[in-house]
């Protein structure tokens, strides 16, 4: 059986890139703080190199530097510290300390694997993990911005690495609104809480995979139903 197709733009493309190592046993390594750190170390030794993929999470995740341009991020100081402010505000959370003081951090490999099969269309393998945990359609991320799956299909506000659009999304929403999916549930991104409808609305991964007008309209035919 053929994987569907899956939109992935060129700038999340530099960030793969970028994070290759660190991101191979992303849905096996359970825990957070230490996968983070890995995240910032790449990131860190990224804008030495001035790599394309590090100025990407530079300029949407640093705050000093957001919206700057290439050559202003590539010339600036960027201490360890720095990249880890960045991934953990990456990440949903406001600092790299909020983080370390979690005194019960959850495990994160059942809800990475429904992640990874949600934003790559996989939908034998989606159903597969619903089958086995039935809360996963509302569960929500470990990671501080506290996404559902159905957040992750917007491609937006979540970590830019899984910023990717498959091209049967409608029937993945479809599905995960079977499984009790909740169209009302937000995400905590860009100073506010956001459903997945407004967040696909303002998406331009949705608008270049071509993909927003059908899940617009699932998204507000659960929503008003």
């Known amino acids: 059986m ?11 493309r530099s960030v793969r890139a970028l994070h290759a190592g660190a991101l191979d046993d992303l849905s096996r390594t359970t825990e957070m703080l230490e996968m983070l750190d890995r995240l910032a170390a790449s990131l860190q030794d990224g804008h030495r190199a001035a790599h394309p993929g590090a ?5 949407n995740w640093f705050p000093p530097l957001v919206g ?17 402010l960045a991934v953990a505000r990456e990440h949903g959370f406001s600092d790299w300390h909020e983080i370390e003081v979690q005194v019960q951090r959850p495990d994160r490999t059942v809800f990475e ?27 929500t991320s470990p ?22 659009i498959p091209l049967n999304a409608v029937d993945v929403v479809s599905f995960l609104f079977e499984a009790g999916a909740d169209p009302d549930a937000t995400m905590s991104v ?6 997945a409808l407004a967040l696909v ?18 998204l507000t035919f659960e929503t008003s139903s």
Request: no cysteine; glycine share 10%.
């Open 55 to 59: 100025s990407v999470v530079i300029k």
């Open 143 to 164: 990671y501080g911005h506290r996404a559902t799956l159905l957040h992750y299909l917007a491609a937006n506000g979540v970590e830019t690495y899984r910023q990717q």
């Open 190 to 195: 860009y100073g506010g809480d956001y459903t």
């Open 113 to 139: 694997q429904g992640v990874e099969a949600t934003i790559s269309g996989d939908l034998p393998a989606l159903r597969r993990l619903v089958h086995t945990h039935p809360h996963l359609p509302t569960a």
């Open 68 to 84: 700057a341009a290439d050559h202003d991020i590539n010339t600036s100081a960027f201490s360890r510290q720095d990249a880890q």
């Open 2 to 12: 053929n994987r569907p197709e899956v939109f992935v733009s060129g700038d999340v």
């Open 201 to 218: 609305s303002t998406s331009g991964h949705t608008r270049d995979a071509g993909v927003v007008d059908g899940l617009v309209k699932a």
